[in-house]
């Protein structure tokens, strides 16, 4: 009857979730013993050791109708060598010191003590548990310098983290999840130079000039030089023998050859000739024949894009390690660029879809009911009270009074009490040291006692007695393959009203001419109080589109069968004349600015980002 009346309650709990969740009766105990994917909860792999901390990934369903929990794996300070935990420890002084934060040096040791506990470092490792092993809920997050530390103290269930932990390599890595505020990670800014002052840097010295705007061309003249551009370079791709098989009919070329590398090109062939055109188009067809510019979407194989995906898969966007165990023929600049152009193509969307119809079908979250069996490492006692999830049962100590001691004339190990209403079994067999029922609830959660003791359990290390009053180590970037995002994500939201008058005003803000010309300013009070006059005629005149007249499919592919290109030799090897731009080493160091040639043409990845002055 039990049973069916708790499917009945489990029904009723999926079809019906605004009935339950908020209530206080049999349907909270259904929410609290309901975990769901992100979840950070306790399992236990064995009585008598502290439980586990972990965070639910994934929950799939075996062939014997088991559900698995796919858990991303956090681990305690007992857990790590001693050497570490002194390298954490110099963090923590270091932190301290930035904080200048008094409160940490009044704390009282016992919290000292017990802060330590709360510290957790997170890994890359994944692994799968089964979910009936998990025992409870827990909160972790991400350690904000801004909060205080003793917080953590206040609440139950609470543990922080900053560093991350490699469990193969025997590492200790900063977590990159930080957000830098301060005055060392702010800009030095020059003063304004006055008027008519000269700046006496070497300018050349700090930047390349690669386009002027105050040139002698028209904005006509250069698109129809870079039509030019993008002829020349379809007509490179069908000379070349891979792109005509990579690209086998004219759309494919003249679409790869309008991407923005052959734009890129032809600007920079602009600005290279003193922006004189007849230079500029003799330039764009050299003796050699037609220059071609390929980004790194045509120059990778579809094998490397296979191991791409692949790699992006299991690593997530930790491009230096896609490199070390993927891709060590390609640089950090092609994969990063790479990247980047793939999320703009059609497999990334396919991708995306298949995922989240894979994340349909998975389980979204499961019940898991009180666990009730006894422990192990009970001692002998007449009330023997119920293990439970969660916060409840074995939280409570019994009324004064109404416990019973057992033989063992030992006190707790912990708070030193005498007398309590449940007595477990603790450390070596031979000491016959014994837990009362807080304490060990706190040594199962916590992985420590609450009190220093010889056997607390934790590895003493050379450090041990000057340890940092809380011991946190000092937060700065690192890359974890797999991090927990415990921030919040924001973003700049365009309002209405400029999205319309970009539309409106098109023919004041010139956003074509003012691309070229990035130096002039622009006034937005007069563009706003010219929308503001043209907005209630709008709707009245919409603004005309442009015709485009495309010849269909059909009559371009009977055109190439009736004029086929004509069988070519092999084409001899050019051992001194190949053109290094458009090939990619072999091996290289990771540093964004060397490598392959970039999307952006003879600009490197740094310059176009902002990274490079």
């Known amino acids: ?86 390298l954490a420890d110099k963090h923590a002084r270091e932190l301290e010191e930035e904080m200048e934060n008094p409160e940490m040096a009044d704390l009282p040791e016992k919290q000292k003590h017990q802060l330590r506990h709360r510290e957790l470092f997170l890994s890359r490792q994944l692994e799968s548990l089964p979910a009936t092993h998990i025992r409870g809920k827990c909160c972790v997050t991400l350690l904000n310098e801004t909060e205080a530390l ?19 390599q025997k590492t200790l890595l900063a977590d990159k999840g930080e957000i830098r505020v301060g005055n060392k ?71 790869a050859a309008s991407r923005d ?19 500029a188009i003799a330039a764009l067809v050299p003796q050699g024949g037609p220059i071609l510019c390929r980004d790194e979407m045509e120059e990778w194989s579809a094998s490397e894009a296979n191991l791409f995906e692949e790699a992006l898969e299991k690593y997530g966007k930790d491009f230096t390690d896609i490199q070390q165990d993927f891709l060590p023929w390609k640089s950090l600049t092609s994969i990063i660029e790479y990247y980047y152009m793939w999320k703009t193509t059609d497999r990334y969307v396919q991708q995306k879809r298949l995922k989240a119809a894979e994340a349909e079908s998975k389980l979204k979250q499961v019940y898991i009911p009180n666990y009730n069996k006894p422990n192990p490492n009970q001692l002998s006692n007449n009330i023997k009270p119920a293990l439970v999830n969660g916060a409840a049962g074995a939280m409570v100590p019994g009324p004064p009074g109404s416990g019973q001691t057992p033989s063992l004339g030992r006190a707790c190990e912990s708070c030193y009490t005498s007398s309590s209403y449940q007595w477990y079994s603790w450390g070596p067999p031979n000491m016959q040291c014994r837990l009362c029922a807080s304490c060990w609830t706190y040594w199962k959660k916590y992985g420590g006692l609450k009190m220093p003791t010889r056997l607390d359990g934790e590895r003493p290390g050379p450090n041990r007695s000057s340890m940092s009053p809380h011991g946190l180590p000092r937060l700065h970037s690192g890359s974890p393959k797999f991090a927990v995002k415990t921030r919040q994500a924001f973003y700049l939201q365009t309002n209405g009203l400029t999205q319309m008058a970009r539309r409106l005003c098109q023919d004041i803000i010139r956003p074509r001419y003012l691309a070229r010309h990035p130096y002039l300013p622009v006034n937005t009070a007069a563009i706003k109080a010219e929308c503001a006059l043209r907005l209630p005629d709008g709707p009245k005149k919409p603004l005309p589109l442009k015709p485009v007249e495309r010849k269909p499919l059909e009559s371009v592919v009977r055109y190439l069968e009736a004029h086929p290109r004509p069988a070519k030799p092999d ?17 290289s160091s990771p540093i964004l600015n060397n490598g392959s040639p970039t999307i952006l043409g003879k600009r490197s990845y740094e310059q176009h980002n902002g990274l490079d002055g």
């Open 571 to 587: 084409p001899p090897i050019r051992g001194g004349t190949i053109s290094t731009g458009s090939l990619t080493p072999i091996k």
């Open 150 to 168: 003793k917080s953590y103290l206040d609440r139950e269930d609470a543990f922080f983290y900053s560093l991350v932990y490699d469990p193969q």
């Open 185 to 255: 990670f702010q800009a030095d800014i020059t003063d304004l130079l006055k008027e008519g002052e000269d700046d006496g840097r070497d300018l050349e010295k700090l930047e390349e000039k690669v386009w002027d705007p105050n040139s002698s061309l028209t904005e006509k003249q250069i698109d129809q030089f870079l039509v030019v551009a993008r002829s020349v370079g379809t007509f490179a791709r069908a000379l070349d023998c891979s792109s005509s098989v990579r690209q086998p009919s004219l759309h494919m070329s003249a679409a």
């Open 261 to 279: 590398i052959t734009l890129f090109h032809a600007m920079d062939t602009l600005h290279a000739t003193g922006y004189d055109m007849t230079r």
């Open 1 to 86: 009857a039990a049973v069916l009346t708790q499917l009945r309650q489990r029904e009723r709990e999926e079809s019906h979730p605004s009935t339950w969740r908020g209530s206080q009766g049999p349907g909270a105990v259904m929410a609290a013993n309901m975990y769901r994917v992100g979840d950070y909860v306790y399992f236990e792999n064995s009585s008598s050791n502290p439980l586990l901390i972990r965070r639910i990934e994934e929950l799939n369903k075996t062939a014997n109708g088991n559900v698995e929990a796919k858990v991303v794996c956090f681990y305690r300070r007992r857990d790590i060598s001693s050497t570490l935990i002194a």
